[in-house]
């Protein structure tokens, strides 16, 4: 039993910064990478970024310079830190994490947390 819970979120005027955490948790025998997404009214869920086990990093291109995500391997838990926000950035972020028990693979999903820029 693997859970995944995000946290963060907030409101937060154009040009401000928040931190979004993400903490797995059960039985992880090694987690492959932590990922964020976000979805917006109406819209898709988008990818925003992600970071492997090698510590490599992507990042769309609409959060790049912007965004920066990290991790933190003995506690299993990663971050999103958000700076020079937009509006455009209102949505709700999603963690995402491809965790190995065992022999076996799997992708899970944070319930996800509000944040919100405004004017």
């Known amino acids: 039993q693997v859970q995944v819970l995000d946290s963060g979120g907030g409101l937060v005027q154009p040009g401000g910064s928040l931190r979004l955490s993400c903490a797995a948790s059960g039985s992880i025998s090694k987690i492959n990478y932590m990922a964020w997404y976000r979805q917006a009214p109406g819209k898709q869920r988008e990818f925003v970024a992600r970071?492997?086990?090698?510590?490599?990093?992507v990042f769309a291109d609409s959060v790049k310079g912007r965004f920066t995500i990290s991790r933190d391997n003995a506690q299993n838990t990663g971050y999103l830190q958000m700076n020079s926000l937009k509006p455009e950035d209102t949505a709700i972020y999603y963690c995402?994490?491809?965790?190995?028990?065992?022999?076996?693979?799997?992708?899970?999903w944070g319930q996800g947390t509000q944040v919100t820029v405004y004017s």
């Open positions: 970071i492997f086990s090698t510590e490599n990093t």
């Open positions: 995402n994490v491809e965790i190995y028990t065992g022999p076996t693979l799997r992708a899970y």
